[in-house]
């Protein structure tokens, strides 16, 4: 008999295992995308595509510090009109769901981005309101519970596939905001996009990035994300797409436990390779295994029960 341990039903999309390619940590290829679906991921999600193309910020964009990354690319994409290419491509080549991430500078732009990107094939779509360095985006827009309500709304009334709302921690109560996207259809939410932060180089004495802030991810962010994600499932009934500091599978099980029904791994990739993927479900299936449990759905929220 076949084995159900991992397969798991997000909003609709079916996974045969719940680890997912955090936005933005590849490029944009098609072929990149694959050889992350090789190295075992059970869906991906694309960098964020806006209407149009944008070069970002000058370098340097990436800084690495003690325990993570602090990164400020500013956006870099193609615009949506070029990237519909790479998505046909990229679903005749994948087998597992294509989730598009979109941002926009209003909610008629995140939704017209969203309608190409759904008309050209992707299985759903996750909205950037969590970018922490770019003006009139991403967080400006995620920190603001009635603009994110419209945008939202706008795009739930554009496309009829799964909408998912990528949320940022740069907030005071990110549960009120978890509230406001799922009250206006948000089909799923996922937290956390980076921590803004900074780095200084203290030769020169100048701020390191180009953009001098950032946004940090890796292990240094994974307890405010497992905090963020249990703060969401107190308070929201949409499934949580946990994101932030996963490289083992022992970090995945934290996420399920304080209510994620999936997680995203980003900044693992560039430490541990794309065969983190497998590492991490290979792991999760002995631990579900081991305990007794028969689906990675009976230990999501568990640790609420205290
Ligand atoms: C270099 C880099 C680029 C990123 N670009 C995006 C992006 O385009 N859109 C987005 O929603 N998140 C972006 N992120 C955030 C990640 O998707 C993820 O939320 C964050 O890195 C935390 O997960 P991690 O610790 O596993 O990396 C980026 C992160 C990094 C390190």
């Not at 997912?20 to 999600?45: D, K, N």
């Not at 990237?83 to 979109?102: D, G, T, Y």
């Not at 794309?274 to 299936?285: A, C, D, E, I, P």
Request: proline share 5%; net charge positive.
């Amino acid at each position: 008999m076949k084995d159900n341990r991992l397969t798991v039903n997000l909003a609709g999309l079916k996974l045969a295992n719940p680890t997912i390619l955090a936005s933005g940590i590849l490029g944009y290829s098609a072929e990149t995308l694959e050889s992350i679906v090789a190295g075992g991921a059970g869906a991906v999600v694309t960098k964020s595509v806006g209407l149009k193309p944008r070069v970002g910020y000058a370098n340097p964009t990436v800084v690495q510090v003690d325990c993570g990354l602090i990164n400020a690319m500013g956006l870099p994409n193609p615009g949506i009109g070029e990237f519909v290419k790479e998505i046909r491509q990229a679903k005749k080549v994948l087998n597992v769901p294509l989730i598009v991430s979109v941002y926009g500078f209003s909610e008629e732009e995140y939704a017209a981005v969203s309608k190409k990107a759904a008309d050209a094939g992707a299985d759903a779509l996750e909205l950037n309101v969590s970018c922490p360095h770019v003006k009139e985006t991403g967080s400006e827009i995620g920190q603001k519970p009635e603009i994110l309500s419209k945008v939202v709304k706008t795009v739930k009334d554009a496309v009829d596939k799964p909408v998912f709302v990528k949320l940022s921690p740069n907030v005071t109560s990110i549960a009120d905001i978890a509230e406001a996207a799922a009250k206006t259809g948000a089909d799923a939410l996922t937290a956390i996009n980076t921590v803004k932060a900074m780095a200084i180089d203290p030769e020169t004495t100048m701020p390191i990035l180009g953009n001098k802030f950032g946004g940090l991810s890796g292990s240094a962010i994974k307890p405010i994300a497992v905090r963020c994600v249990y703060d969401i499932y107190e308070r929201v009934k949409v499934p949580i797409i946990g994101c932030g500091g996963i490289a083992d599978w022992r970090d995945a099980v934290e996420f399920f436990l304080a209510g994620a029904s999936a997680v995203q791994i980003g900044t693992a990739i560039a430490t541990k390779g794309s065969n983190v993927f497998r590492t991490v479900t290979r792991g999760l299936n002995a631990y579900l295994k081991r305990k007794g449990f028969k689906n990675v759905g009976e230990i999501v929220g568990l640790s609420h029960r205290y």
